[in-house]
């Protein structure tokens, strides 16, 4: 289906011209598009965005999140910020930075690739153990800006690197972020990479992630969302090689009116691969949770393992979810499974809790923190286990007061 | 001042009364046996005391320590000492039995007006009560009673019923589902904690569950009322004859 033009969205030529910046002719993906049913960009389109210039602070703002022992890379408003960054990594990681060619592919894309001032390229030739934490920060201001980060990993084969990305923004403003990921993991290689979008309230977040994982590469991936107006992380994974193993997961943890879509694609070409994902949110307020998750399985990829769930905890009546899982499958030698759920909190279990002493809200939060330990448990890094937990633990905490 | 009385007490599921003015009285340092038929409302008066939603007092009151309790929360009145050993124990997947205890325990702490229990301290006890029960210690690190076996589960009621020292505890049909060895290590854990400030409220089908924890008083409920009391030897006699007599008397 052709996207149709949402014509007085900001972003058209006439914008780029006023603004002095290359034109972009496409147009954001209106409602008709299938793949963006769930998510309506007619809030983006009301806002007018300039492009968002370097906001100059020598250190970072203090609501930044930090990893002790980890490199740090820091992107302002999509720029690298070398002063704010790490700048020895050690050996087996070589970062630089430089304009990137336009890339078809979607119209978000094409967007970024317009107005991107460069990306972020990470090249990994070897194990390299420090932990390298991205974090892009949207820092508008007087006008709403929108911000383009581009970021590009190449992991050699054998090599071997956990990357974490922290979308994150100024208090009290209103932005767009629309980051470009691509990943390429070698033959052999291991890339793991931990995403948490915890944007400020008034934040539009559109993230695209395009991942190729070659023969017996490992990619493993999970994406927290936590805050935003409006975030979508799409995620699309090819594997390309025989014996590539890929485990994509996510939890989400929403409130007040925030939307959080997470759409993957995951594309098996290849015999021998597997694919796993789990996905797993609670919805609170009046919040609006999205699910899409494509599994297309190719004639020659035989053997294909490739498994998908999503689950939902409501925690009111106000929040809506939207689940979609599509299986396409070519082979006919493969396992392949997709499940979804949704529910409430289990009044025995809530009942049961109480009775041993334990307060309403206590109990709520150790069921809710329950619900999404077995999405926890995916993230096979033991620190990043413990600071995402964290992350959720501080949401529920900040929900009961 | 008797520790646990429940007065006249009259109570509804789904608009149907099940429980028609039971009167019982617990001095601190008893233990009391209730027995009956299935469906009589030996479940109903466990969960009305302990304050699950769906059961409609409509008359009558239950007093701990001389205060009405029927107007708290649940967790309210466990934190004044009343614990309800669970028929059917809930599994809560994604929640550690270690993660569980130490909430319900440092719950009760804080209402005591004491600090919460340091993390080493916490450990010493766990092994310590689960060593007395027959515990493999890494049982905590598991999800609450997720693939416990019937007797695990009990064994893990009981477990916390020690940690969490009740004035009032309420075993609810705690013999179903065990055989005779987890019988009796249940029963060993629930008579090591029998205390002059203490009662217990053991309710049962079976008389085989007072040959391990000997009640002082044994009661009939029947039609939503104590039909008979009477000492320990009443257990023996209802095994013996049954209980028709109660019934077509009630009726």
Known sequence: ???SLLTDHPFGADYAKRLGVPAWNGALPGPKVEEWRFTPLRALTKVSFTPATGVGFDTLPRNIPMIAGAARLVL???AYRKTLSTVDLGKGVEVTHGKVAAKEGSSLIALNAAYAPESLVIHVTAKVKKLIHIISIGASGAEP?????RITVTAESGAEITLVESHVGLPGQTYFSNPVTSITVGAGATVRRYVSVDEDSAAFHLA???VKV?????????HLGLGGALVRQEIRVALTGENANVRLNGAYALDGTSHHDFTTLMDHAFPNCTS???????VDGESHGVYQGRIHVARDAQKTDARQVHKALFLARGPAIDCKPELEIYADDVQCAHGAATGEIDENQLFYLRSRGIDDATARGLLIEGFLADAMAEIHHEGMRELFTADVTRWLKARRT | MSLLEIKNLHASVAGKEI????NLTLEPGEVHAIMGPNGTGKSTLSNVIAGREGYEVTKGGVLLDGKDILAMEPDERARAGIFLAFQYPVEIPGVTTSAFLKTALNAKRRAEGKSEIDAMEFMKLVKKKTEALGMPYDMIKRALNVGFSGGEKKRAEVLQMTMLEPRVAILDETDSGLDIDALRVVSEGVNSLRAPDRAFLVITHYQRLLDYIVPDHVHVLANGRIAASGGKELALELEAEGYAKYLNAAA
Request: overall charge positive; hydrophobic content about 45%.
């Open chain 1, 276 to 282: 796993s994902q789990v996905f797993k949110g609670v």
């Open chain 1, 208 to 210: 695209t992630s395009l």
């Open chain 2, 19 to 22: 429980l028609k003015g039971v």
């Open chain 1, 145 to 149: 800006a929108a911000l383009h980060p």
């Open chain 1, 214 to 222: 070659a023969g017996g590469g490992t990619f493993e991936a999970f």
């Open chain 1, 1 to 3: 289906m052709k996207p």
């Open chain 1, 76 to 78: 302002v408003n999509g």
